[in-house]
């Protein structure tokens, strides 16, 4: 049995690919942990928080933005990309952060935003106050309006989160935002945006951060050649790389150049794209070339049926094969409906291509939590079962704070309360994602529940004492205990990237080996199934014996004979 510091040397010494095969976990540090009773999570209530990121086991920490923001949408409206927002604290605490983390053997990994800036960041307030052609302008994407007068926008398109995805500045030219309008899309023509970022890049690397997580990394490049065409012929556009302004080819340029920096260090920096593109056109993300590795969001909007996630992983691992890469296994994020959640509301209609038809969740946050009737115990289980699913397969696995603890979505906040900008733009439509981002519990009681001293910025319902870490660490049963039980033996099991699947006879139970006496069953339907559990060394949810119950997950490890 290897010592914590022994585990924590063994886990920084895998070398230039840890990221192949990690456990990263997410932290949205506003909902974290608030070290100053501002209702505000910070970087010091990381700090005081690692003790709890060593004993669940994850071999990384990936910050979402803690930069100067004026949370326009959440610190994905960045003001300063080298700085830490003054309510999160200092770049002297996060030092502190990467030295805690590192001491435990835990790597980080932090939050670029290329595609936009804040419209508070410097260059876009020098933007404002310069005149059109000019080259502060340049940094961004400035035209002139569309009408007789100039008064419409240049076109109809659409921002990501409702409404014109155009907005007009005092002299009447207008800027591009695909997603909130505090949120300008930079002009990646411009070489000074491009030098920027490598300046951002390396800030941080040489401050000793391990990877980078590339927001909107399919939409940085445009092509706004004269005339603009409409929405409608934007939408009809081909996605095959020549498209004006998503998952253009000439994007792969800015991380080619990226890949030269990353590999400047030793171990070689790592990066994730957060890339929303046809699956076929992913491996170009994951290149080694390029950003080395890139999200499958595949299991974000499936449902808990063995047919897609047999689908999902077979789909997945051969495009990871494709580009060298492996692949990232994703149940939840600080932008969708938890999945504990997910899984207790009846599955969403889909389309032919197999996609919801509407964010999954949607009608039951926008019912206040009332209708459809969440089946929370089915949710819960469910979730345990798909976890111990995913941490088994080969690959990495990104899990997002508090699924750990199966926290549930919140769906009784109020109008007041959120802070979401897609809710805000599409009202009554959309409830926005506020409800996934509501603070840790960490006590069962006290000032909320343990986050901090004081109030919570997203007010946490009475249900999330029940699910703190404090009850959840006493508890062998618990979401949490699971989850460290999980991430121990997987350290233990996991050895090469070997993965085949392993016939069942039952289309609702699926089965998989991986090198090296290691197996995962998986019963996904309502029935238990009979099988030999003599080998099992977790499950999700024990039955009786000689079967695995609905709804479950085992994992099964017989030494391998010399
Ligand atoms: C990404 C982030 C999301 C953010 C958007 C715009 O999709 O995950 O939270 O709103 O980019 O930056």
């Not at 510091?5 to 932290?27: C, E, F, N, P």
């Not at 835990?106 to 800036?117: E, F, G, W």
């Amino acid at each position: 049995m290897l010592s914590r510091a022994d585990q924590s040397t063994s886990r920084l010494s895998r070398g230039a690919d840890w990221w192949r095969r990690a456990v990263v976990y997410q932290i949205y540090p506003r909902s974290f942990a608030d070290s100053d009773a501002d209702g505000i999570g910070d970087l010091p209530g990381i700090t005081s928080r690692v003790d709890y990121l060593a004993a669940l086991g994850v071999d990384a920490v990936w910050l979402s933005p803690f930069y100067p923001s004026a949370l326009a949408d959440g610190g994905y409206d960045v003001a300063d990309y080298r700085d830490v927002d003054p309510r999160l604290g200092t770049l002297a605490d996060f030092d502190a952060v990467v030295t805690a983390l590192h001491g435990v053997g835990i790597r980080i990994v932090v939050d670029i935003v290329p595609n936009h800036t804040s419209n508070l960041h410097a260059w876009f307030q020098e933007a404002l106050a310069a005149p059109p052609g000019s080259p502060a302008r340049d940094r961004y994407i400035f035209r002139d309006g569309g009408g007789a007068d100039g008064s419409e926008p240049p076109t109809d398109w659409q921002s990501m989160f409702g409404g014109s995805a155009w907005e007009q500045v005092a002299d009447g030219q207008w800027y591009l935002h695909f997603f909130a309008i505090e949120q300008p899309d930079l002009n990646w023509e411009n070489p000074e945006v491009r030098e920027d970022f490598v300046r951002t890049l390396r800030f941080w690397a040489d401050r000793g951060v391990d990877g980078f997580r590339i927001d909107v990394a399919h939409m940085l490049t445009k092509d706004l050649t004269e005339p603009l065409p409409s929405k409608a012929e934007l939408d009809a556009l081909p996605m095959d790389g020549s498209h004006p302004v998503i998952d253009r080819d000439d994007v792969h340029d800015i991380y080619a150049q990226w890949r030269t920096v990353f590999n400047e260090y030793d171990p070689p920096r790592s990066a994730v794209a957060e890339a929303w593109v046809e699956r076929s056109r992913r491996p170009r993300y994951a290149s080694a070339e390029g950003l080395g590795q890139a999200f499958n969001f595949d299991l974000l909007e499936a449902d808990f049926d063995a047919a897609q996630f047999r689908h999902i992983v077979t789909d997945n691992l051969e495009l990871a094969a494709r580009s060298g890469s492996s692949t990232t296994w994703v149940l939840s994020n600080h932008d969708v409906v938890r999945h504990a959640t997910r899984y207790g509301l009846p599955a969403p209609e889909r389309t032919a291509a197999g996609h919801p038809t509407r964010k999954h969740g949607n009608e039951w946050l926008l019912s206040g939590g009332t209708s459809p009737v969440l089946d929370r115990e089915a949710g819960t289980r469910r979730a345990r079962a798909a976890a111990l699913f995913v941490l088994g397969l080969p690959g990495s696995a990104y899990l997002y704070q508090g699924e750990e603890l199966g926290l549930h979505e919140v769906a009784e906040l109020s109008d007041a309360d959120r802070q979401d900008p897609t809710f805000f733009r599409s009202p009554g439509a959309d409830m926005g994602r506020d409800g996934c981002r509501v603070p840790l519990p960490w006590h069962a009681s006290g000032a909320s529940l343990g986050f901090g001293a004081n109030g919570a910025h997203l007010p946490q319902p009475d249900w999330f004492a029940a699910l703190a870490v404090e009850r959840e660490e006493e508890d062998p049963d618990s979401m949490l205990s699971l989850y460290r039980r999980a991430l121990e033996l997987r350290d233990r099991l996991q050895s090469e990237e070997l993965f085949e699947w392993v016939k069942t006879g039952v289309d609702d139970v699926l089965r998989f080996r991986r090198a090296d006496g290691w197996e995962v069953v998986t019963n996904f339907g309502d029935r238990a199934f009979s099988m030999d559990l003599t080998d099992a060394v977790l499950t999700s949810s024990p039955g009786g014996p000689g079967e695995l119950p609905a709804a479950s997950t085992v994992w099964l490890h017989r030494e391998p004979r010399d």
